[in-house]
């Protein structure tokens, strides 16, 4: 017989200790509440599942939540065929930027979002693009490289000059 690594108790604790985050990520990814709602109900119960099965500990349960959510999403977007030009149009400014998007933790007591983002959508196309592809849909440098037919290191260095130059802009 397989021993469970963890109990209902164990879930609760973790349910309880990353629903906040996992929920606002999430949110802010789709941009729709009830959406977000659904995807984290399924994150969970898959999670619960998971735990129910595993016959190991999971180091870093946030991060492996994370992952999940990540997944959710990346099926979410599919089902919906978004796509990055009629999605820009048609969400809230304060929802295209992404939880872990270092240029708000950096200045979110300083600017208005809305300025960030009336920032990015004044850049001159790929940047524009690039900018929203990787901190609005989590697209990696790798695959943002091979969409616009450049090299990694070019998205990675355009990124990081946009990033530093929106910080001097609004942290002065």
């Known amino acids: 017989m397989k021993k469970q690594y963890y109990s209902e108790n164990d879930f609760e604790l973790i349910y309880h200790a990353t629903f906040h985050n996992l929920a606002k990520y999430v949110f802010i ?16 119960y898959d999670f619960y599942v ?19 959510a990540n997944h959710e999403l990346a099926k979410y977007y599919k089902m919906k065929s978004i796509t990055l030009e009629t999605t820009i149009d048609q969400l809230d400014i304060i929802d295209r930027i992404p939880d872990d998007f270092e240029l708000e933790l950096a200045i979110f ?6 300025n960030i983002w009336q920032s990015i959508e004044m850049l001159s196309e790929p940047n524009r693009s690039i900018m929203i592809g990787r901190f ?5 440098y790798n695959e943002l490289a091979k969409i616009y037919q450049i090299p990694e290191t070019t998205i990675k260095s355009r990124v990081y000059k946009i990033i530093n130059e929106l910080k001097n802009k609004f942290c002065k």
């Not at 990814?29 to 399924?42: L, M, P, R, S």
């Not at 998971?50 to 999940?68: P, R, V």
């Open 29 to 44: 990814k789709t941009g729709n509440f009830y959406d977000a709602q659904d995807i984290v109900q399924n994150i969970y």
């Open 50 to 68: 998971h735990l129910q099965k595993t016959e190991t500990k999971i180091e870093n349960t946030k991060a492996y939540l994370i992952q999940m």
């Open 109 to 114: 007591d300083k600017v208005n979002l809305d």
């Open 136 to 140: 609005r849909f989590d697209i990696s």
